[in-house]
């Protein structure tokens, strides 16, 4: 019997994490839909990753931080969730130190290779460089 799993994550912007869904090259749809389950188990969902099964995998932003909602015995993507989670955290970090120092006035540029878990990000920023003078 399958049934959903609520995994709570540090998570907590939805559009960073379309960012990065899109970077590690997942398909997914931001229109909010009804994830059914086994018997009457249905959770209503933010972002929706299609699957080949009939069990799709859902966000949704609960209490300031994105839930993923899956029926691990059903989850049909290129890496184990655990996997799968991991790169998610990677990326997001990455992508969202790079949205902050790009406020501060950096130009960013981040190289991501999803499969090999390698993401890389260079920043740099040009501006007066008199040295201080010491007193």
């Given amino acids: 019997m399958s049934h959903f799993s609520k995994i709570t994550t540090e998570l907590t912007d939805l559009l960073l994490l379309r960012v ?3 970077t590690l090259n997942i398909n997914w749809n931001d229109t909010r839909k009804e994830l ?15 699957q080949p099964t009939s069990t799709d995998i859902g966000f949704v932003l609960e209490n300031g931080h994105i839930v993923l909602i ?9 890496w184990a969730l655990p996997l799968f ?13 790079g949205k ?8 960013v540029k981040i190289n ?7 993401v890389c ?11 201080q003078s010491k007193k």
């Fill in 20 to 22: 990065v869904l899109t």
């Fill in 85 to 97: 989670l991991t790169r998610v955290n990677q990326n997001y970090t990455i992508h969202g130190l």
């Fill in 121 to 131: 990000l260079g920043a740099t920023r040009w501006g007066n460089l008199t040295p």
């Fill in 70 to 78: 899956a029926d691990e015995n059903c989850w049909k993507q290129r």
């Fill in 112 to 118: 991501s290779q999803p499969d090999l878990g390698f």
């Fill in 36 to 50: 059914r389950g086994h018997g009457n188990e249905s959770y209503k969902v933010d972002m929706v990753i299609k």
């Fill in 100 to 107: 902050d120092l790009e406020s501060q006035g950096f130009s």
